[in-house]
């Protein structure tokens, strides 16, 4: 029991450590760290939507998202006219939209064709790590930068009880288009981070 709890207490005193330490990082670092990370995210979506012919899909195609009533930008001209606080609440609500889609879509490969079942097992499993990364990080820089980038809008998935690929197809195209809009928005807050013209951005 005594080794057990010395366990558990040397597991927390590392979590604490490692808060500690990723709080002493610069918002600018975690901004460029954070961009890194979903730029790896939505280049894992763009992969397996062109390996599973899902690219019919365009990313500026208006697609009835779970995450469509979100108000965002369409374009980076648009995005840089909003304040950094709310490209990161926007960015990290999105995140948050995809947690349970992506669950389904890992318990769903089974439907698909033989051949492309390990490829979107394996793909949509880095991308739910990819995302976890993603979201801790998010949390962290959040809370650096006030109350309105800690706001989080609640953009709940509907599951159906049965999911065929066409269903695997449009959800795969909704998360290309959402970790695109993910991507823009922290390279926006990179680029202001790195003091530069908006016009350079």
Same mark, same amino acid.
């Given at each position: 029991?005594?080794?057990?709890?010395?366990?558990?207490?040397?597991?927390?005193?590392?979590?604490l450590c490692v808060v500690a330490?990723?709080?002493?990082? #610069?918002?600018?670092?975690?901004?460029?760290?954070?961009?890194?990370?979903?730029?790896?995210?939505?280049?894992?979506?763009?992969?397996?939507?062109?390996?599973?012919?899902?690219?019919?899909?365009?990313?500026?195609?208006?697609?009835?998202?779970?995450?469509?009533?979100?108000?965002?930008?369409?374009?980076?001209?648009?995005?840089?006219?909003?304040?950094?606080?709310?490209?990161?609440?926007?960015?990290?609500?999105?995140?948050?939209?995809?947690s349970d889609p992506l669950e389904?879509?890992?318990?769903?490969?089974?439907?698909?064709?033989?051949?492309? $079942?390990?490829?979107?097992?394996?793909?949509?499993?880095?991308?739910?790590?990819?995302?976890?990364?993603?979201?801790?990080?998010?949390?962290?820089?959040?809370?650096?930068?006030?109350?309105?980038a800690q706001t989080i809008t609640?953009?709940?998935?509907?599951?159906?009880?049965?999911?065929? $690929?066409?269903?695997?197809?449009?959800?795969?195209?909704?998360?290309?288009?959402?970790?695109?809009?993910?991507?823009?928005?922290?390279?926006?807050?990179?680029?202001?981070?790195?003091?530069?013209? #908006?016009?350079?951005?």
């Amino acid at each position: 029991m005594a080794q057990r709890r010395t366990s558990g207490t040397n597991l927390f005193m590392t979590v604490l450590c490692v808060v500690a330490m990723c709080r002493a990082v #610069p918002i600018n670092d975690l901004i460029y760290r954070a961009s890194q990370q979903s730029d790896k995210l939505h280049a894992l979506s763009t992969m397996l939507t062109q390996e599973l012919g899902s690219e019919a899909f365009p990313i500026d195609r208006v697609l009835a998202c779970h995450t469509s009533s979100l108000q965002t930008p369409t374009d980076k001209e648009q995005a840089l006219q909003v304040s950094e606080s709310d490209l990161l609440s926007l960015a990290r609500s999105l995140l948050q939209a995809w947690s349970d889609p992506l669950e389904v879509l890992s318990s769903s490969t089974n439907v698909l064709p033989y051949s492309a $079942q390990s490829t979107l097992s394996k793909t949509i499993q880095k991308m739910q790590e990819h995302s976890k990364d993603l979201k801790d990080g998010l949390d962290i820089l959040s809370s650096k930068m006030g109350p309105a980038a800690q706001t989080i809008t609640s953009l709940p998935f509907i599951e159906t009880n049965e999911i065929g $690929q066409d269903k695997i197809t449009k959800l795969l195209s909704c998360f290309r288009r959402d970790s695109h809009k993910i991507d823009s928005f922290l390279k926006v807050l990179r680029c202001r981070a790195a003091n530069m013209q #908006p016009q350079v951005c």
